[in-house]
């Protein structure tokens, strides 16, 4: 808050006779300054809701901090093109600083688009199209379109920032998805919204979807309805976003539905992952990571493929195609279990800043009881810190 401090003596005073060197430091803070309010110059948003992003207040110690967090949410929202977070001149003797905000509308609608392809799902091409203000409310809608030789979906959400635009969403959200792997072929319908909240360090996320699935795995085939009341908790903890050296994440989820309460089979539902990840120098570190999941039911056959568990992938256990691990029915298909548990350890080591590689251990399965055989896997990699975030290519074999 010191913001007309200088140095008012500075220097190196060097006696070659003794061959040493003495340094004098004078430095006055001068008067201590505080913030005053902070005032927006466009109306393209509700002030109101621009207001729950400033994370001070008035009479507050200045802190230039605050101001790069303010710029970096508001840059953030997708509203802007531009964020300008300046201080002004102090108002008065008290030395209060007020805030001004220049803020450059986006353009309401945005088209991305591109073509890819992986393990996990095959080829496909994909198409986003965001309206991203759709009123003063700051409300944004989204519709994503992919083609893929396995995944094929059509969805649409609604935005609405509630009740505090910077950390709380509320979504409406409605789409169709065709779904084929090595096991399952699934058609499926989901209608429902959720709450999206930040209570502490956690993000805590209510639901409610309706589902319809249309589905065959192995010899099990049919249509069920369900209506999935679920919550979400999750927490992530990290050094650096872009590349984590240090840090956590845990997640968990629980959901489940009733017979009878505009669904076919009843459910309940839990599923977990954590993993961590550790420094052992500046250029080596490690990976640690851990699912878990467990379904109560009184008919699992009855259940839809996409509410049973499977494992193998690129997330799973490396060296086995995806969702191409789990119990087996009378014919010998692989239909997924109602229990999960899978576990990784990882090696990177960089040998240039931004070029690395990688061995890797996985072991697990899905199961109908805990005791089934662990399927393991190992292999190696290549890793690049790209811009945009880590990039990773796999070699993996299964042990079993």
Known sequence: GYLDASFETSRIDVDLQRYAASIVIRYDTGPRHYFGSVSF?????????????????????????KLLQLQTDLSGTG???????????????????????SLAPAKRLRFTGGVGYGTDDGARVRLLTEMRRLNR????????????????????????????????????????????????????????????????????IPALNYRRENFLVGVDSGIVRTLVPEGTWSRVRTNDPIFTRNGDRLSLNLRGAQEGAVSDVSFLQVHGDAKLIHAFGPRT??????????????????????????????????????????????????????????????????????WGGAVFFDAGNAMNSWRLPVKRG???????????????????WGLD
Do not use: C
Request: proline share 5%.
């Open 41 to 65: 110059d466009r109306d393209v948003i509700q002030e109101r809701m621009l207001q729950d992003f400033v994370q001070f207040r008035p009479g507050e110690v200045f802190d230039f901090r």
């Open 79 to 101: 509203y802007f093109t531009k964020v300008e977070v300046e201080p002004a001149a102090e108002t008065s003797e008290h030395r209060v600083v007020p805030i001004g905000v």
């Open 137 to 204: 409310a700051g409300h944004r809608a989204q519709i994503n379109l992919q083609y893929g030789s396995r995944d094929k979906h059509a969805i649409g959400e609604y935005f609405i920032p509630w009740p505090n635009a910077r950390t709380d969403l509320l979504t409406l959200a409605t789409g169709y998805q065709d779904l084929q792997t090595v096991t399952f072929r699934s058609r499926l319908f989901r209608a429902g919204f959720s709450e999206s909240r930040l209570l502490g360090k956690w993000r805590v």
């Open 285 to 354: 570190r490690g990976i640690a990571r851990l699912e878990g999941g467990a379904t109560r039911t009184g008919d699992f056959r009855r259940l839809p493929p996409t509410l049973r568990f499977f494992a193998g992938g690129t997330n799973s256990v490396r060296g086995y195609s995806y969702n191409s691990l789990g119990p087996r029915d009378e014919l010998r298909h692989v239909i997924g279990g109602p229990y999960l548990l899978t576990g990784s350890l990882e090696l990177n080591q960089f040998f240039l800043p931004r």
């Open 378 to 396: 190992a292999g190696f990699g290549l890793r690049w810190i790209s811009p945009a975030g880590l990039v990773r290519a796999d070699v993996a």
